[in-house]
Each structure stands twice: as structure tokens, then as C-alpha cells.
């Protein structure tokens, strides 16, 4: 099937404890396109004044959407869609690269809610024109999960989300590249580097020049294309994060294949590491892991000619080594650790108010 030398790093780390960090969250939001944004659609719901009397079980339809960014408009937002007494439901993550203060700003016609890692942070409900609402929230961390609850009753309907980052000195509209493609469970930083890589302190980990979303960590060996489409084949890394889902207790053979560097850490420890050129082969690391959810990072760099990397497991019930699968992993949005440390909310902002919201 593969090859892997006999030659297997023994990182001692037999029997590795490693905490359950949360429970199952199910974070799938089965984007096809690869927009970062989806949005349920809730049509023909009839007269309501506050989002508190919307039936949000059933959506009718599901689109994608690039921004949160609906100007006021008579029309509906896209075609064929309501314009009267309907609501969306969008859900997405956003990237917080530094952590600090986010302030927010939700302006609608009519009612719309914030959720920030499950915490309501702004409240913009009822019926009303375009009115401005602020809320701030301290992130830590980097996937924060967010959720955008809206209704139309009357006349014109708008949505959008602002923010202001740390160090930024005004609102502006959060932009497509702020919010993660969740599309797939793995989520993978892409980073181009002008000169050779010799070991992971080579790379500049700061600012990714590309994220995606992937189902498996499989890119077998191979000599002059890269791992993406019209992607560098050469001084490239990556810094992939998700969380495996972990059957049942027990121990699990890692087997980390790559050309050039890599790295395999689990729950914050690293159990397999190679920080250094070399051509295609398999390292091997056996870890005991608890039943659940478990963070994982893999690093990976490649420096010129062959490229790889593939990532396999064998559970404590598999007869043999296999590529760890999609249905393996969830997105690293969620609950898997504390994000917000507080949050504020400032008063609304009325403006003139509709005759007929
Ligand atoms: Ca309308
Ligand atoms: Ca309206
Ligand atoms: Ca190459
Ligand atoms: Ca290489």
C-alpha cells in the first residue's frame, strides 16, 4: 500500500493520557460551494414583530453568501427570494488571528441578533428601519463560531455585520477572508515562502496567503505539482487544525508520512515530529486517547522536487493503518475551549423609525 521504511521514530510516548476536551459538537455546515457564509431561509412565516416568535426548526431553502452585506432594498436579496415576512439564519466562523477586543456592529431592517460562541452579543430585535447596534467581545483563539438571526416584516429589508479588530480604527464591513470556509472538517492555512525551507522556523506562521477546507490529510508523494490547484509545488507549508473523533478508548498507531517536514500534535502535545528536510517516509507514534473529541495540528513544510504528506491511524479495532477519513474529523469551530473572556453591549442607536416596519 504505502511505504514506510522500517525506519519509525519511536517517540516514547506509549501511553499518552490525553483529556477529552469537549463533547461532540456537530459544526458540519456542508457548503458545496466554498463560500464561507450559509444562510437558511425561512419564507412566507407571517406577521411577527420580534425574532422570540419565529420557528427557526425548518428552514425552506439554503443558499451561501460571501458577506453578511444587504444594504436597505425593497427587493429581495437575491432572486426569487421573499421580500416581505421572511428570515434568514446565517451561520459561519469567523478568524480572530490576534486575540483582544472585537467590537461588532449589526445594522438591520428589521430585527437581528448576534451570537458569538453561542454568547448573544448584540440584540437588535423588533420591528424598526436600519438601526445600528454595538457589542464587543474578547477573543482568544483563532475558529470562532457566530450566528446571525434576522427578520423582515414590512417595506425595506437590510443586513450587515461590521466589525473592528484589534488595532483597526474603524468599522468596516467584515470581510469574505475573515469568515472560515467550513465546508470540510480540516481546516488548512497555506503559507508561500520566497526562500528555502529548511526546518519549520524558516516558515512565517504569521499570516496565511491562503485557507481551505479539507476532508482528509492525504497528498501522496509527488514530484512537480502542489497540493492545491495552481498552488507552488515548492517553499510551501501548511498548518492544518481540526479535531478527531475518537470511537473508543484506547491506543492509536499514528502514522505521519511526508516529504519534506511535519508534525503531528494531539490535545496541544506533539506526538510524531520531523523538523527538517527529508524525502517520503512514514513516522510512527503510538498514543492512548479517551473517548471523544480531540484537538489536532499537523505542520507541514516542503522545501523543493517531492512533495507529500498523508496522515493515517489505526484504532485499537482496525486491522490495519488507513488514511484518517472525513467522517473523522470536525471542524476545530465550536466549544472545544473557552473563547470569550467578556463582552459588552452598547445602547442601540434608533433611527427614524418606519411607519410600517
Ligand atoms: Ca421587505
Ligand atoms: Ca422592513
Ligand atoms: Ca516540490
Ligand atoms: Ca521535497
Redesign the pocket.
Known sequence: MHNRPQQSVAIALALLALHLIAPPVDAALNSDTGNALTVYWYESIGEHTTLDTIDWSDPDRVSNADQVNWAATLAPWEPGAADDLYAVRIETAIRAHADGLYRFRLTS??GSRLFVDAQLVIDNDGTHSMTQVEGSVTLTGDYVPIEIFYF??????GLILEWRPPGASSFSVVPQEAFANVSAPILVDWFYESQSISNFDDVDWSTPDRSTAEAELNWPNRDDSGFLEGAPDDRFALRARSRLVVPESGVYRFELGSDDGSRLRIGGQTIIETDAQQTFQYHDADVYLTEGLHDLEVLYFEDSDWAGLVLMWQGPSDPSASVIPEGSFRTPVGTARPRIVGWSEQPRLESEREDW?
Open positions: 431592517d428589521d423582515d416584516r414590512y417595506n425595506s429589508a416596519p
